[in-house]
């Protein structure tokens, strides 16, 4: 059996190759679980060695986009842990503590679910057009998909009838297409959260980053978080992800409101 963790040297090697082949910083996920991930993903690649891998992705571009799609893991849906867009969509309503909201971040937004959910609740609160929406990933693939707006029965999934008559067009083959009254609501940019270089929306009333910095090291973590924080306006407010937590949230500058949802201390 060999042992879980790689040779520094080679993963050195591996996370320079990686670094310019996918633009993924590998230093910056838990390394332990990064191992494991690597080694299942090395089998498919019939490679033994990291460097050995390298080379197969190198040389097997397609298989090099779908194991770098499988690493990010893009998995989403609409209204995802529905529980939580009930609590939202009370606060984007009238009265609500995001209410005013006009400028609202899906940080991490995959092929757009997220955000057009978010695109959803705002117009049927009244609210659309005041308000923009901005979408970013770090995945060129999952934004174009998000701009194209077309999904799958099992995205909607958590979609109540009413929406799914409201928002989509069923096509032929069985997908739906996403209205073309939401669409234009989300701005879809490139962005990555551990490299954001200045280009992250600023004095938002709401972020949303939710599954995207799970296997991040704690550091980074902590990296995004602030920066997160930074992008708040005081009193905007920040949703995570249903098994997630800002473990020193008070230091970051943010108060609880219940779990998944912090407010930024004015
Ligand atoms: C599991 S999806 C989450 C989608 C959505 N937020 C949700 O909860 O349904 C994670 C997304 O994070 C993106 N991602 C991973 N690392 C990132 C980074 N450093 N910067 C920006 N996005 C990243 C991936 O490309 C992927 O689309």
Not at 127 to 132: A, H, K, L, T, W
Not at 172 to 200: E, H, M, N, W, Y
Not at 241 to 253: F, H, I, K, N
Request: net charge neutral; with cysteine; charged share 25%.
């Amino acid at each position: 059996m060999p042992s879980e963790l790689f040779d520094d040297a080679e993963f050195e090697r591996f996370t320079r190759g990686i670094r310019k082949l996918w633009n993924i910083d590998l230093s910056s996920y838990g390394q332990r679980q990064l191992h494991r991930r690597l080694r299942g993903m090395m089998s498919r690649g019939h490679a033994e060695t990291l460097d050995e891998f390298l080379v197969y992705l190198s040389n097997n571009p397609a298989e090099s986009e779908l194991l770098k799609d499988r690493f990010t893991i893009n998995v989403s849906e609409f209204f995802r842990d529905a529980h939580l867009f009930a609590k939202l969509e009370k606060m984007l309503g009238p009265g609500g503590e995001c209410a005013g909201a006009r400028k609202v971040w899906s940080a991490g937004c995959s092929y757009g679910a997220e955000p057009y959910t978010l695109a959803m609740i705002l117009s049927d609160t009244g609210r659309g057009s005041d308000c923009q929406l901005y979408a970013t990933d770090i995945d060129q693939g999952v934004l174009e998909r998000a701009r194209a707006g077309i999904f799958t029965e099992r995205d909607i999934r958590n979609v109540s009838e009413q929406r799914r008559q409201r928002y989509f067009k069923a096509n032929d083959d069985g997908t739906l297409t996403i209205s073309s009254q939401l669409r234009p609501r989300v701005l879809f940019a490139k962005l990555d959260l551990l490299a954001p270089g200045g280009k992250q929306p600023m004095n938002c009333d709401l972020i949303l980053c939710r599954n995207v910095i799970i296997y991040f090291t704690d550091e980074a973590k902590a990296g995004v978080q602030q920066m997160l924080v930074r992008s708040l306006r005081p009193g905007g407010v920040l949703l995570i992800g249903a098994t997630e937590r800002v473990p020193d949230a008070s230091d970051l500058g943010l108060q609880s409101m219940g779990p998944f949802f912090y407010k930024k201390v004015a």
